[in-house]
């Protein structure tokens, strides 16, 4: 009964809701030309919230909305991907305030994020692709995003590497040798940027892959090895960025370095996981060889008379 009329609230839900979110936020931002207002901050972490998250309900329901039997592809409209664009951006403005509140990036994403959303309405007359279709194109998202993320962990996992070899030689005045290595600044930034950049590649990479199955297979297989795998590797990225954010003790490279040596430890276990299983395979197309096989095989074992007629095999007629 609780969930039938939360669920009826949230089918409330429109482009309205977070659209209006975005622009108080923007009027909160354009506030601060009139000085410090009391309680503008707390206000916009409120409203980026509420905007969030009724954007994200909104684009759930509309892609649960498609029924099975539609030929329709899930999330696979320009109106679907004009607003993912936006939530896009208005996840990353808000992971960039609430690292530093004092800028005022929200007046250059904002309208952004705004555009966007004006975009996706203006192009809600074209149809949507079919459920083929979106299904490469989501598989095409997931493999690019996954190979950026797993690229970006591999990379910041040998700027881990050298940052403790280099300062360690710092330690023992070895820094001068023949063997030069990049400045601990320089690795410690190329560290950060590597968990910034494979986090939000590994979450659009699972974000993608659980969409291409559901258009596969019309059901999310939440209990799929890779699936989990994935999204163990992306909690444990986003948990890494926001240690790296937001708790800088006194030695703040080594605990980078530290961060992307056990990304590096759970990329391994995640692409163990995926190799290991059949994720990734698409079950009605592996099947369809097996009964060409079979046609072939009873096809040639038949038998013709001397007019070239087929004989039917014993017990037929």
Request: glycine share 8%; net charge neutral.
């Amino acid at each position: 009964m609780y969930d039938t009329a939360i669920m009826d609230i949230l089918r409330q839900i429109s482009v309205t809701c977070f659209s209006t979110s975005y622009l108080v936020v923007l009027v909160l931002e354009a506030l601060r030309f009139l000085g410090r207002v009391p309680g503008r901050g707390l206000a916009v972490i409120v409203m980026m919230c509420l905007g969030i998250f009724t954007h994200v309900t909104y684009l759930m329901l509309r892609a649960a909305a498609i029924s099975s039997e539609d030929n329709i592809g899930r999330l696979a409209t320009w109106t679907d991907w004009s607003l993912m664009v936006a939530l896009g951006l208005a996840i990353a403005f808000f992971a960039f305030y609430l690292r530093r509140p004092d800028t005022v990036i929200g007046l250059f994403f904002l309208p952004a994020i705004l555009a966007m959303i004006a975009l996706s309405q203006m192009v809600s007359h074209m149809p949507a692709f079919e459920r083929s279709e979106a299904v490469e194109v989501w598989r095409g998202v997931h493999g690019a995003s996954m190979m950026l993320g797993s690229a970006a962990v591999l990379v910041g996992f040998l700027a881990g590497i050298m940052y403790l070899v280099q300062s360690r030689r710092l330690k023992r005045k070895q820094a001068g040798s023949a063997l030069r290595l990049p400045t601990l600044e320089t690795l410690q930034n190329l560290n950060r940027n590597c968990l910034v950049i494979s986090t939000a590649a590994v979450g659009l990479g699972l974000v993608s892959g659980v969409v291409m199955n559901w258009n596969r297979l019309g059901v999310i297989p939440w209990t799929d090895g890779g699936i989990v795998l994935s999204g163990v590797l992306f909690l444990w990225l986003a948990s890494a960025t926001l240690i790296e954010y937001f708790y800088a003790p006194a030695s703040r490279g080594r605990k980078v370095a530290y961060l992307t040596l056990a990304s590096f430890g759970f990329l391994v276990l995640a692409m163990t996981g995926v190799l290991s299983t059949s994720h990734g395979a698409d079950r009605s197309e592996a099947s369809e060889p097996v009964v060409e096989t079979e046609l072939d095989e009873r096809a040639t074992e038949s038998e013709f008379d001397d007019d070239g007629e087929l004989i039917p095999p014993r017990g037929e007629s």
